[in-house]
């Protein structure tokens, strides 16, 4: 049976993906959502997409507002059909409107974005605009917890840090017990969807403000995805 006549794929509220975001992703947290979507197979929810405002702010000052989303989940059962993934991603990308669609893949966690290329995403390169700003991305950990690194200065203010002005940020966050993990950037791809006026002026936007890559193709690592979500179950419509 053809992925095509096995799986289907339906709007769901917020409610219905929590426990895929909060239990079988590996973020383990919520996300901003706008959009949610079940990837269902008969009436049970094998997959799910969310789609939300990217926290990035530097997308406020290209793309027009309420036009550019972050496809922010993509959660799936292991034992998908061939193709399914493909189809659900093609399915979200065809059904929200006229939107240019951001999303990553964190080689963090062994993921290059194959789906993304499957479904012929634009590829811009790992994390910041600029590829030649070389920065690193950290994650900050105190007491096991982990803080976002944009608010680390206000954190440690919270915290009560005892803070020396003539050492960095990071020194005097190591300074005071807390963890340091340096991390790769993140793989960033783009998808404009919509009409053809919409996608010509988004397609634009993206050429000129970011440069285009090859596509990443290092070795893929799946995460642990065997949690049992317990309502995993599309109530069948009426007619």
Partial sequence: MGVLNKYSVQRVGFKDVDEWLLYKHYAKRRCNVMFAFALVDGFEVVGVCTLGMPPTPFFSKIFAKGTYLELNRLITNDDLDKNALSFF????????????????????????????????????????????????????????????????PETMARLGFILDSKKTKNQNWLDNGGEIVPQKRKHRYF?????????????????????????????????????????????????
Avoid at 91 to 105: A, D, P, Q
């Fill in 89 to 152: 991603v093609g399915y979200v990308l065809r059904n929200i409107g006229n939107y240019c669609v951001v999303s990553y893949s964190d080689p963090n966690n062994g993921h290059n974005g194959y789906i993304y290329q499957a479904t012929n995403w634009i590829y811009t390169g790992a994390g910041r605009v600029n590829q030649k700003d070389k920065r690193g991305v950290n994650k900050f950990f105190y007491n096991k917890k982990e803080y976002h690194e944009r608010h680390i």
């Fill in 191 to 239: 998808y404009v969807c919509g009409n053809k006026l919409f996608k010509k002026k988004n397609l634009d936007i993206i050429k000129s403000n970011f440069e285009i890559y090859e596509y990443p193709k290092d070795a893929n690592t799946n995460y642990d995805t065997s949690y049992e979500v317990k309502n995993k179950y599309i109530q069948p419509k009426l007619i």
